[in-house]
């Protein structure tokens, strides 16, 4: 089966780094999602990684993906007030039928002055 | 278009109304998903479009839920005699079908359903 698991908040300072974690339990995902969602928006697409990488970094965002472990993180780093959402990763299982993204159940993350 | 569009952003009905969500793609994306996001279940998938073949409907909760997409572009979800568990904000995604399999799934804001 599959099943997405976050931790469901965080809290750093601003200008702190901030690492959001997320297991996920079928080994056949291909892709890997970040999203956030700021309140009463909708999803805005962070950034990606393909399962044959373990890192990838886009400017303050690096993504870090333990295949073996089946664990991947977000790091945010020097953390601002904008960053204040909810994030949410997600896998991709390339199959004949559709790529329909399952989701994991999403981080608040707050950051504070 | 610039992005996903969704309406109407906000609607609030009756128990046992019947409720129609639109959605428009991005231009040129093949591909459409509706997924739904409520407290209780978190982001679920409900159903997926491509080009002219049948749609994976295996995320649909029940038979009151149906969606169709016209001339592969712009899709209807419609919900029919409304339960209140039904309020959850509804998210449409589109993204282009892509030779290597990865299709980044562009959001719209969503409608936000409330059944009293």
């Known amino acids: 089966g599959e099943d997405v698991e976050q931790s469901l908040f965080l809290s750093v300072r601003e200008g702190d780094s901030s690492v959001i974690n997320c297991t996920y339990t079928?080994?056949?995902?291909?892709?890997l999602y970040w999203y956030k969602q700021e309140p009463g928006a909708g999803l805005q697409l962070l950034t990606y990684i393909f399962s044959n990488m373990d890192m990838k970094q886009d400017q303050r965002l690096t993504v870090l993906l333990n295949k073996k472990d089946k664990h991947l993180s977000l790091r945010i780093a020097d953390t601002q007030t904008g960053d204040s959402a909810i994030y949410f990763c997600?896998?991709?299982?390339?199959?004949?039928?559709?790529?329909?993204?399952?989701f994991g159940t999403g981080t608040q993350l707050k950051v504070e002055l | 278009g610039a992005g996903v569009s969704q309406s109407p952003s906000n609607k609030v009905t009756e128990k046992g109304k019947d409720v129609e969500l639109r959605c428009d793609p991005i231009?040129?994306?093949?591909?459409l998903y509706w997924y739904r996001q409520s407290l209780g279940q978190g982001l679920e998938f409900l159903i997926y479009?491509?080009?002219?073949?049948?749609?994976?409907k295996s995320g649909l909760p029940s038979d009151r839920f149906s969606a169709e997409r016209t001339g592969g572009s712009v899709s209807t979800l419609t919900i029919q005699r409304t339960q209140q568990e039904d309020s959850a904000v509804y998210l449409c995604?589109?993204?282009?079908?892509?030779?290597?399999?990865?299709?980044?799934?562009?959001f719209g804001p969503g409608t936000r359903l409330l059944v009293l």
């Open positions: 079928d080994s056949s995902s291909t892709y």
């Open positions: 479009f491509q080009g002219n073949s049948a749609p994976d």
């Open positions: 995604a589109s993204s282009l079908e892509s030779a290597g399999g990865r299709e980044t799934q562009y």
């Open positions: 997600a896998e991709i299982i390339l199959t004949g039928g559709g790529n329909k993204l399952t």
């Open positions: 231009s040129g994306h093949t591909a």
